[in-house]
């Protein structure tokens, strides 16, 4: 089993920055695909980020390319999410997914642990 915190959620102005972290427990993360998702109220969850396991690549949804950036420390057992020039419509509940496979993207399906999620809040 993998347990998942996120943390570092709040509510931020407009063109803010926020870093999220995911701190897991259970199983180290270098052998796991770590991935962001979010869901607005109303809306379905949606991917955001994955850093892909063992040194894989990272890929990022088209609305945040450019302004967000997925990492780890492995050594800390940590998966982060900078968000810079954040904007009214990141506004959502985002949460920290973790999963075996090493082709693991965007689908929520594809990723077998979910922590508890953080709230992000951006005034306009």
């Known amino acids: 089993q993998v347990q998942l915190v996120e943390s570092g959620g709040g509510l931020v102005q407009a063109g803010g920055s926020l870093r999220l972290s995911c701190a897991a427990s259970?199983?180290?993360?270098?052998?796991?695909?770590m991935g962001w998702f979010r869901q607005a109220p109303g809306k379905e969850r949606e991917f955001v980020a994955v850093s892909r396991r063992s040194g894989g690549n990272t890929y990022y949804t088209d609305s945040v390319k450019g302004r967000f950036t997925i990492s780890r420390d492995n050594a800390k057992n940590t998966v982060y999410l900078q968000m810079n020039s954040l904007k009214p419509e990141d506004t959502a509940v985002y949460y920290c997914?973790?999963?075996?496979?090493?082709?693991?993207?965007?689908?929520?399906?594809?990723?077998?642990?979910w922590g508890q999620g953080t709230q992000v809040t951006v005034s306009s």
């Open positions: 259970g199983r180290t993360i270098s052998n796991l695909s």
């Open positions: 997914a973790a999963g075996s496979r090493y082709s693991a993207y965007a689908r929520g399906s594809e990723y077998d642990y």
